[in-house]
Structure formats: C-alpha cells, structure tokens
C-alpha cells in the first residue's frame, strides 16, 4: 500500500472518530458550561462567601464571560428593553448559542480531513485525474470552511469576550470583505448582524456544493 494512501485512511478513521463522538462532545461541554453557570447563581443567589475556595474556583472560569457580558451593548439593551437584569437570561442564551456553534466548529475540521484524505486516497492509488479534482476542493473548502470557523471564533468573542486576539485577527480580515458589499446596500449596517447570519448560511450551501462537485 502506497504511504500516501495510508495516510489518507489514517485521516479518514480520524474523521470518523470525530463524527461519531462528534454529539457526545458537544453535550459535555455544554454541560460543563451549564454546570459553571448554575453555581456560580447559586453562589450569588444564597449569599455564599465568593472568596471560599470552592465558590471561588467554581466562579472564577465564568468571571470573564459576566464581566464581558455586563459591560457589552447587547446588556444594556436587554436591560433597557426587559426593565429588569438581563444578566443570567443572557448567560443561558449563550449556552444554547454554544450548543448550537459547537458542531459547526467540529463541522469543518471533519470535513477538512475527509478531503484531504480522499485527495490522498486518489493519487495514492494512481487516479492523478480524479485527484487534481479533489485537490482543487480542497482548497476551496479549506478557503470557505476557514471563512467559518473566523466568523465562529468572532461570535464567540462577542457574546462571552473570549478568544479576543483570535477574534481581532479574523476581524482585519472578515470586516472588509463583508462592508464593501454591505456598504452599498446599508450604509447605517443595522442589517450587519442578519448580512452575517446570511453569509454563514450561503458558505454552508457552497461547501455542500464543492463536496459533491468535487469528490
């Protein structure tokens, strides 16, 4: 067997690990973010001394996410528009948002390897055509699927203030790609948010498209 080949199988079963555990993976980190939250509202709601040392490593991984929360655009509008503090209504919204963008982030990275383990697998076995074809793919979902992982780790950053730098970097990049259509048509960018939603969903549709097209 071709070392190329072995690698592409090896990828593959990678691949497939992943898929498979792929929901398994996405509730226990939820879990764990849920089970954060939970106690750090049941520190707050009974009084209960931050500064013990069970409260306070139990609180201290959600801090940063409070923090960031309290002082963001989308708290005071809550709070102005509910009349009432927003701040755990919003925290179990951002669990929920990260149920449901985790498996786009496992998403891509297991399509990345299924391709590149079929373009390997191609010209493993000597099907330089049908290889060149895969490799055009590849390259084509790596452009749109790190596309979507930059506007995922940007998501993330604004709603729980984490991964700042990565966020920054992929903003130089996203922002101007999607003001110089944006700009034409709402000036304002009140629509920003829905142009954004829109462009994940039409990357989502291509990278179906190139998968079937391509392999």
């Known amino acids: 067997m071709s070392p190329i080949t072995t690698v592409g199988e090896y990828l593959s079963r990678i691949a ?38 069970v409260p306070f490593y139990l609180r201290r991984p959600t801090d940063g996410w409070f923090y960031h929360l309290k002082h963001s655009q989308l708290y005071f509008a809550a709070k102005k528009a509910f009349g009432f503090d927003p701040i755990w209504l919003l925290m179990g919204a951002g669990v929920v948002l990260v149920y449901l963008m985790l498996p786009s982030l496992i998403g891509p990275i297991i399509g990345m ?10 010209f493993g076995a000597g099907r330089v055509r049908a290889g060149i074809a895969a490799l055009v793919g590849t390259v084509l979902l790596t452009c749109i699927y790190s596309l979507l992982l930059m506007m995922l780790v940007m998501v993330v950053n604004f709603f729980f203030g984490i991964l700042a730098r990565p966020a920054q970097r992929a903003g130089t990049f996203i922002y101007p790609l999607i003001n110089l259509p944006l700009s034409r048509f709402d000036p304002s960018g009140r629509f920003f948010p829905i142009f954004f939603i829109l462009l994940s969903f039409v990357l989502q549709l291509l990278a179906s498209f190139i998968a079937e097209r391509f392999f």
Do not use: E, K, M, W
Request: net charge positive.
């Open 113 to 122: 390897l299924q391709a590149i383990s079929t373009t390997l697998s191609h």
């Open 16 to 53: 497939f690990q992943l898929l498979r555990y792929a929901n398994d993976l996405t509730f226990l980190l939820c879990l764990v973010v849920l089970l954060l939250v939970i106690a750090r509202y049941l520190t707050d709601r009974f009084n209960v001394n931050p500064f013990g040392r």
